[in-house]
């Protein structure tokens, strides 16, 4: 079977590296229907998730995560993976679950264009598999890994979120591929964490902050939301022991980072 990824960033480049997948350095609107041709399957790990750039750059935005990734699902023979976000819900209390089948509730641009773009999907392509990670992290430091975004702050959200490792995630993106799965799915780790409890873990000193106080420091900004997800599915390893078994084998000191 042969597999290409599409994006050669945080989620991208290691997960090529587990698959032993080619990647591709051409932009997605580039792409040719021969250039997917030779693969079984094509993930789409690219996109622009930054939300504060996206919320000031909403064309650019709207055409990496919507046009772009309809045109590569338009030209793919084979099985189509897409990586969309599971911040596309709301939690608004910890008993606020959302399931596959909840109601959406984006609250800024990125998170738009990632639940328009499996809209789309799942009326022109319905056999895509639609992956929904949340608060991503991973055993290797990384900007744009979690761990090393909280190591930054002094203040911290102490609110119960749901996140995925990516190193739980690529064994079952593995056996979804050989199996052929098709379907959206919410993919995170067993349990909720806060984000201030994973400080507490790393030693990190800092202020505990709620959600209505994060959002007048961010004021202005993308509006961040709390997400707790369930699934109808299988979900990855327990998150709380998850995090200490990371933190056993994290070298990198926060001030190196």
Not at 150 to 164: H, R, V
Not at 199 to 217: G, R, S, V, Y
Not at 240 to 247: E, L
Request: aromatic letters at 8%.
């Amino acid at each position: 079977m042969k597999i290409i990824i599409l994006g050669n960033g945080f989620v991208g480049k290691p997960l090529a590296a587990y698959l032993e997948a080619d990647t591709s350095t051409k932009r997605l609107q580039d792409l040719t229907k021969e250039d997917l041709d030779p693969y079984d399957v094509v993930i789409n790990t690219a996109a622009k998730t930054r939300i504060d750039w996206c919320e000031v750059n909403r064309m650019e935005t709207f055409s990496t995560n919507v046009i772009d990734a309809l045109h590569v699902a338009n030209i793919t023979r084979g099985l189509y993976v897409f990586f969309s976000s599971a911040c596309i819900f709301k939690s608004d209390t910890p008993d606020q679950i959302n399931y596959e089948d909840a109601i959406p509730n984006p609250q800024c641009f990125y998170t738009y264009t990632k639940l328009m773009a499996e809209q789309l999907l799942e009326e022109v392509r319905p056999e895509t598999l639609i992956i929904r990670p949340r608060l991503l992290i991973s055993e290797h430091s990384h900007p744009r890994n979690t761990i090393d975004k909280l190591l930054k702050y002094t203040q911290i959200i102490d609110t119960p979120e749901s996140a995925t490792i990516l190193e739980d995630m690529f064994p079952w993106i593995k056996q979804q591929i050989e199996s052929g799965t098709t379907g959206t799915f919410n993919l995170f780790n067993e349990g909720t964490i806060s984000p201030s409890q994973i400080a507490t873990i790393f030693d990190h000193p800092h202020t505990k902050i709620t959600k209505a106080e994060l959002d007048i420091l961010t004021k202005g900004k993308a509006r961040r939301v709390s997400t707790i997800l369930g699934t109808h599915y299988s979900t990855l390893p327990e998150i709380n022991q998850r995090i200490r078994d990371i933190r056993a084998t994290w070298h990198i000191e926060p001030n190196n980072i």
